[in-house]
């Protein structure tokens, strides 16, 4: 039975490398840095955000065996739920972030979220979540598209609100924009950045290209970064929530926050545009701090 207010956030774990040069990085020599590990992956940053906020959240993922308890932990310690299942062959997935200023480089190796199979995720966590989210790291592997599909129809049977964060503008032209539409054919909220709206929508407005897709998907909540956030409902005026400018220490995870402030508060019986301002808030703490979960 659906508990109300129950976020169940499915999807990527990682490692992020994330590397910030003290200077223009130079080829064939060194280039002094500062270089930091911390916990990733955009589903598993969600979650992070999630707890760290006081929301219900479950979280179903797979890393290498070897980091099982540590990746549960660093979930837990937010108040995560955490059920993570660990793969005997494939290490933890693992990401090189290269930030320079407000601009990010991801040298990306998925790992172990390569193989990671949709259909693993229990029936009986989906039947308790009224908000199901993943992103659109989760649909490009292989192995796990068609299950996509079948994720979506078992959500909906039981009521429960699928959220989808394309995720990424290259990946997605990479994949092909018809075929990632048809896979997230279903889902109730679409939280694109303006490079993928655009990208999906086949638009370079990006307000034509919110109000576009939201003939496929009823709520989409588009972030423009310093720009704000546009918020487009199915056959409703778009409405434009503004951005406080602050320090941006590091803008990874981001996205991975707003999407946390937005479910809570939707969770919470929020608006769409109210949600969207609460989002902004939880956003802006992150990127004030390195690493893409709460410090």
Not at 86 to 99: A, L, N, Q
Not at 187 to 212: C, F, M, Q, W, Y
Request: hydrophobic share 45%; glycine share 10%.
């Amino acid at each position: 039975m659906t508990a109300k207010g129950t976020i169940v956030v499915v999807g990527d774990v990682i490692d992020d490398i994330i590397v910030r040069p003290r200077g223009a990085i130079r080829t064939d020599t060194d280039t002094p840095a500062l270089i930091e590990r911390h916990p990733g992956g955009s589903s598993a940053n969600t979650a992070a955000w999630l707890g760290h906020i006081g929301a219900n959240v479950h979280f179903f993922g797979q890393v290498g065996e070897a980091d099982n308890a540590r990746h549960t932990r660093e979930l837990e310690r937010f108040g995560v739920k955490a059920h993570l299942q660990s793969d005997t062959e494939r290490s933890t997935g693992t990401i090189v972030i290269i930030v320079e200023g407000e601009k990010r480089t991801m040298l990306t190796d998925r790992g172990a979220n390569v193989i990671f199979d949709l259909d693993s995720v229990p029936q009986d966590l989906i039947a308790i979540a009224e908000y199901l989210h993943f992103t659109g790291h989760t649909i490009i592997d292989e192995p796990k598209r068609e299950s996509v599909v079948r994720l979506i129809e078992r959500a909906s049977a039981h009521d429960v609100t699928v959220s989808i964060d394309p995720a990424s503008a290259g990946f997605i032209t990479d994949f092909g924009v018809d075929e990632f539409l048809r896979l997230c054919a279903g889902a109730h909220i679409l939280r694109p950045n303006e490079d993928e709206a655009r990208v999906l929508s086949g638009l370079d407005d990006v307000e034509a290209a919110t109000i576009k897709l939201t003939e496929l998907f009823p709520l989409v909540v588009t972030t423009c970064g310093r720009d704000g956030v546009i918020v487009g409902q199915r056959a409703e005026a778009l409405v434009h929530v503004p951005v406080e400018p602050v320090d941006v220490a590091d803008p990874t995870g981001a996205g991975d926050s707003f999407n946390a402030g937005l479910l809570a508060g939707l969770a919470q019986g929020l608006t769409p545009a109210e949600a969207a301002r609460a989002a902004v808030i939880v956003a802006a703490e992150a990127v004030t701090a390195v690493g893409a979960r709460p410090a």
